[in-house]
């Protein structure tokens, strides 16, 4: 069993920074390839970024690579999304989530938090 919980949301001015974390609970010792995704409202979850199971490997969706970072620290089981320079089309409810075929952005949808919430005002 994997859960799954996102902080680190909140709301923060154009071109403003914020920093997402996602806690992996797992009954086993087993290390996942991860993602972020996005929901905004009315539209679907969208990748957002993901990081293969060691941290060697990433990859992002073109309307936010080069300004948000994917991480994971394997030791305190934390996945962080590094976002800069934040645009309103940034607002969302974001969500991590495993990616089973990385480098394939698909998410097992067995598993997902309670999300957080990041809006960008202007």
């Known amino acids: 069993q994997v859960q799954l919980v996102e902080s680190g949301g909140g709301v923060v001015e154009t071109g403003g920074s914020l920093r997402l974390s996602c806690s992996i609970f797992d009954r086993t010792v087993g290390i996942y390839a991860m993602g972020w995704f996005r929901q905004a409202p009315g539209k679907e979850r969208d990748f957002v970024a993901g990081?293969?199971?060691?941290?060697?490997?990433?990859r992002y969706a073109d309307n936010v690579r080069g300004r948000f970072t994917i991480s994971r620290d394997n030791a305190e089981k934390t996945v962080d999304l590094q976002m800069r320079d934040l645009k309103p089309e940034d607002t969302a409810v974001y969500y991590c989530?495993?990616?089973?075929?990385?480098?394939?952005?698909?998410?097992?949808?067995?598993?997902w938090g309670q999300g957080t919430q990041v809006t960008v005002s202007s």
């Open positions: 989530g495993v990616l089973n075929r990385y480098p394939s952005p698909e998410p097992n949808p067995n598993y």
């Open positions: 990081i293969s199971w060691d941290g060697n490997a990433s």
